[in-house]
C-alpha cells in the first residue's frame, strides 16, 4: 500500500526465466527495502521505490515478488 514500507522476501518459483532475471537485474533482490513510489491513474502500472531508483512493474510482474511488511 502507499505509504508503507516492506522489504523483499524473494521472488516467487512461478517467476522464470528471462523474466526472473529482469527482476533481479533491477534490484529486487533479498533483503531490499522496497515502498510505492507513484501510482498510474488506473493503477496499472505502478512505480516502486528500490535502491534509490522508482521503477515501474505491471501487477502482473509485481505480484511474483514476495514481500513482508515492515
Known amino acids: 500500500k502507499e ?6 522476501v524473494g521472488i516467487s518459483k512461478e517467476c522464470r526465466g528471462e523474466n526472473r532475471r529482469r527482476l533481479l537485474d533491477l534490484g ?14 488506473l493503477r ?3 512505480a516502486y521505490s528500490v535502491k534509490g ?13 514476495l514481500i513482508k511488511k515492515v
Open 44 to 46: 496499472n502500472p505502478t
Open 53 to 65: 531508483t522508482s521503477i515501474a512493474l505491471r501487477k502482473d510482474q509485481a505480484s511474483k515478488i
Open 28 to 41: 529486487f533482490v533479498k533483503g531490499t527495502s522496497i515502498g510505492i513510489d507513484l501510482k498510474s491513474p
Open 3 to 8: 505509504n508503507e514500507k516492506g522489504s523483499i
